[in-house]
Nanobody, 124 residues
Framework: QVQLAESGGGLVQAGGSLRLSCAAS????????MGWFRQAPGKEREFVAA????????NYADSVQGRFTISRGNAKNTVYLQMNNLKPEDTAVYYC?????????????????WGQGTQVTVSS
């Protein structure tokens, strides 16, 4: 079992920046891809970004490409999402996900592990 804990959400004006963090409990002998999803009120959860265990492969949603950057900490059990030039449409609850394969994370597999979410609100 992997437990994920997000932090770093908050309220920011349009054009501002936020950095989200997600710390995963360690599971000896298992390497996980990690990523971020978001869900706005009245909408389905959508993929934002994902990164494989080594950091050599990264995927972004078109809507955040060039504005958001995903990275992993040196200990590999932490993933970050640097969000720049935020827009009101980025307002959502952001969820961290972890899965055994990058493709599973990107697809939002039911077999992924999920955090509880952190609220990001961008005012216009």
């Amino acid at each position: 079992q992997v437990q994920l804990a997000e932090s770093g959400g908050g309220l920011v004006q349009a054009g501002g920046s936020l950095r989200l963090s997600c710390a995963a409990s360690k599971r000896t002998g298992t390497s996980y891809a990690m990523g971020w999803f978001r869900q706005a009120p009245g909408k389905e959860r959508e993929f934002v970004a994902a990164i494989n265990w080594s950091g050599s492969s990264i995927n972004y949603a078109d809507s955040v490409q060039g504005r958001f950057t995903i990275s992993r900490g040196n200990a590999k059990n932490t993933v970050y999402l640097q969000m720049n030039n935020l827009k009101p449409e980025d307002t959502a609850v952001y969820y961290c996900a972890a899965g055994e394969k990058l493709a599973m994370v990107v697809a939002g597999s039911m077999n992924n592990y999920w955090g509880q979410g952190t609220q990001v609100t961008v005012s216009s």
